[in-house]
């Protein structure tokens, strides 16, 4: 893999000492929490809504229904819409510019998909990414990490990987133990990514506690494994062992490489990312829809009619209500927001959305000027964790930057608010000087001067950023039934998010919006219309 220690210096830099604070800009950018409240308020239209009719009718932008998007659009089906509630397609995957530079505004990588991804390695392989020679898969090194990939901060210096390593032999015994516990359900059961099929036994008894249960009952109690696991499920689900499933927790691992003790052999996850993160490929899904992609569109009313559906959306640049008309819809938002638009909503989305848990996450993306004065240890890496800290740490948007010369870069700093009673609240409620404030004090432990360099710091607020499963999310039947085709009044209505698995990743989103878009195919295809 090419190596490129980017932009924080190890280099002899020297501290600034008492230099005079400089003024620090910045504010909330992102989703908008005003915005999705219009769902509550339901603006009253001043006149009748224009009404529009196409084939086929999105509601929601995020990864899910860009790839039901692009499903219709590579059969040759033309009359569509997909209306997205902010400025911008990409959901959580939305990209963003702070100072000029580009950096993520949610996801910053796609792990190298696996042999049951096949509808996202498809999507790289059309994009140049992927490609198979000689029986096997390679990826353009260009969009693979680049190395080091990951430090932690602890103890007063940076060692390479996040496991902590600098422990005595009860925790290397713990670490061991854990590693053969994961391989041992791994071969009791596989753990897919994206989910398919039906539920084994085994993973429903550990659906059934929390991680931290499990662990407890396993005699996984040292603190540094603990720690170590808890930041994994923070960073993948937005709540940590003492919320999600031991299901959830084992899944992490076990649907990827499985978790490797120290000394012990292993094939390490590799990840592609992007100075935007997966806005990259946010942007490449969006960019051939033209027209037919409607931002600013806050969907307010789904309902069914006798031959499809009617979508009432208000339009917040023209300050006016549009009413759709569509043969065939994808609801591809949020099960909760779904559950409050559509005018009956299905029995299984009704039974759905109680059981399920949604994280807020805060994302900070801070614009400095040059490198950094770092600590002693391990060099600079593309993912930096601070041991202990509330956040998730920070990716360097300069990692996968070619230009050898240090230069200006963005930290993505990650704060995932799961755990915390009343989070949602309190994330919305906080001024923007007070996460600019927190970032910067849990970051300046270690990079003493990153105030001193500091030019800019944009927060974005998800207050329902990810479904976060807890236990009894994946035995949820009625999450099952939303996966299935809908019959009776919603007929011509088909589910795609993330949420329909549970918990929000990538390959979940793509692989359902992948889904719904051939089921419309194929309803296209009985009624005659034409897709080919």
Request: aromatic letters at 8%; a neutral charge.
């Amino acid at each position: 893999m090419i190596t490129r220690r980017a932009l924080l210096g190890t280099s002899a830099l020297p501290l600034l000492g008492c230099a005079p604070e400089r003024k620090i800009t910045g504010g909330f950018n992102g989703a908008s929490p005003d915005r999705g409240h219009l769902l509550r308020q339901k603006p009253a239209a001043t006149q009748d809504p224009e009404v529009r009719r196409c084939d086929v009718l999105i509601a929601g932008g995020g990864i899910a229904g860009l790839s039901a998007a692009r499903v219709l659009r590579r059969a040759g089906v033309e009359d569509f819409a997909l209306l997205e509630l902010e400025d911008a397609a990409g959901g959580n995957s939305r990209a963003g510019r702070t100072g000029g530079l580009p950096c993520p505004l949610g996801a910053h990588y796609l792990p190298v998909p696996g042999e049951g991804a096949e509808e996202v390695r498809d999507l790289l392989e059309e994009l140049g990414i992927a490609r198979r020679a000689a029986g096997r898969w390679t990826y353009d090194e260009r969009h693979l990490c680049h190395s080091p990939q990951d430090r932690l901060f602890i103890n007063g210096q940076w060692q390479e990987g996040l496991l902590p390593m600098q422990v005595g032999a009860s925790t290397l015994a713990q670490y061991t133990l854990f590693s053969r516990r994961v391989a041992q359900e791994t071969k009791s059961a596989r753990f897919p990514l994206p989910l398919r099929g039906g539920f084994a036994p085994s993973h429903r008894a550990l659906d059934a506690v929390t991680f931290a249960a499990w662990l407890d009952r396993e005699g996984l109690t040292d603190p540094h494994l603990r720690w170590y696991l808890d930041y994994c499920c923070r960073d993948d689900y937005g709540a940590g062992i003492a919320v999600v499933s031991a299901w959830a927790g084992v899944h992490y691992f076990a649907s990827r490489h499985g978790f490797q003790a120290p000394g012990e052999e292993g094939e390490r996850d590799a990840v592609l990312t992007w100075p935007e993160g997966n806005g990259w490929l946010a942007n490449r899904l969006l960019q051939p829809l033209g027209e037919r992609l409607h931002t600013g569109r806050v969907v307010l009313r789904i309902t069914p009619l006798r031959q499809g559906v009617e979508v009432d959306a208000w339009d917040v640049a023209g300050n006016r209500m549009e009413r759709w008309q569509a043969a065939q819809c994808i609801v591809a938002l949020p099960l909760f927001v779904a559950e409050r638009v559509m005018s009956t909503p299905p029995r299984a989305l009704s039974e759905a959305v109680p059981q399920l848990r949604y994280s807020p996450w805060a994302v900070a993306n801070v614009h400095i000027e040059s490198p950094l004065q770092d600590r002693d240890g391990a060099p600079p890496a593309w993912d930096n964790v601070v041991y202990g800290g509330r956040g998730l740490g920070y990716v360097n948007a300069g990692h996968q930057n070619l230009n050898p010369l240090p230069e200006a870069t963005v930290l993505t700093w990650y704060c995932a608010l799961g755990d915390e009673p009343g989070g949602r609240a309190r994330l919305l409620a906080r001024p923007w000087e007070s996460w600019r404030d927190e970032v910067l004090d849990a970051l300046s432990v270690p990079h003493p001067d990153l105030r001193a360099r500091t030019l800019r710091v944009d927060v974005a607020r998800y207050g329902h950023a990810m479904a976060t499963p807890t236990p009894g999310t994946r035995a949820n039947e009625a999450l099952a039934a939303l996966r299935r085709p809908q019959t009776g009044l919603w007929r011509s209505t088909h589910f795609a998010h993330s949420d329909l698995s549970g918990y929000s990743v990538f390959e979940e989103a793509f692989t359902h919006g992948y889904r719904a878009g051939h089921a419309v195919l194929g309803a296209l295809r009985v009624a005659g219309k034409r897709a080919s």
